[in-house]
């Protein structure tokens, strides 16, 4: 079964401390796998797409890395402002429709 | 462009009673999906459409219907409101029909409330 894994639930970091977020995958025939971010009360919000392993892709202080069965997304030194839950979704399967992952929810304090 | 629009934001029906969440995009976009999104649990696809007059079911269908009549527009219907219903409703659009490698974005939703 095609599924995603978000660790850790939440996270808290203060401001400028440096952390990663995970997202574990299983899917048959992976064609790609999608971040994105969520501020309260809002949509998802595009950030990355990665389609193979060993990809890196980086976004002011954000930064997301793929390898067979999972993807981090490094924040470095963040702000009050990343504050938000980040979703990781990958496109796989016979459909080839987006699952998601349950998100981080990263809290960062001044 | 305005992207990916949804009408209302907010909504409060009664048990059994139908209404119709409105999306639209303008850009053009063959493919359009509707989600629902729960506390604790990820997005969860309930139909989507690769182009005009084609739909189909995505993983949590039951108690809601869906037509694409043109490109524009994907209205997802529910037809006898139940309180399980009470979610946040996404909809999201991308460019591709078949292929399904492109990005999709997001509206800003659609809060329902069923009493």
């Known amino acids: 079964e095609d599924q995603v894994t978000q660790s850790p639930e939440a996270l808290r970091l203060q401001e400028g401390e440096s952390s990663s977020l995970n997202c574990s995958y299983t899917v048959s025939g992976l064609r790609g796998l999608f971040w994105y971010r969520q501020d309260p009360g809002k949509g998802p919000e595009f950030l990355f797409t990665l389609y193979s392993a060993g990809e890196e892709k980086e976004k002011e202080r954000l930064k997301a890395t793929l390898t067979k069965k999972e993807s981090f997304l490094h924040i470095t030194a963040p702000k009050p402002e990343d504050s938000a839950t980040y979703l990781c979704?990958?496109?796989?399967?016979?459909?080839?429709?987006?699952?998601f992952g349950k998100g981080t929810k990263l809290s960062v304090k001044p | 462009n305005a992207g990916v629009t949804q009408t209302p934001k907010f909504q409060v029906l009664k048990t059994g009673q139908s209404m119709t969440l409105q999306c639209a995009q303008d850009m053009n976009h063959e493919y359009m999906s509707w989600y629902r999104q729960d506390p604790g649990m990820g997005l969860r696809l309930i139909h989507y459409?690769?182009?005009?007059?084609?739909?189909d079911q995505g993983e949590v269908p039951n108690g809601y219907n869906v037509s694409r009549s043109t490109t524009e527009d994907f209205p997802l219907r529910l037809l006898s409101a139940a309180p399980s219903q009470t979610s946040v409703y996404f909809c999201?659009?991308?460019?591709?029909?078949?292929?399904?490698?492109?990005?999709?974005?997001f509206g800003p939703g659609t809060r329902l409330t069923v009493l």
């Open positions: 999201a659009s991308s460019p591709a029909g078949t292929s399904r490698t492109d990005t999709q974005y």
């Open positions: 979704a990958v496109r796989g399967g016979s459909q080839g429709n987006l699952i």
């Open positions: 459409s690769v182009g005009a007059g084609i739909t």
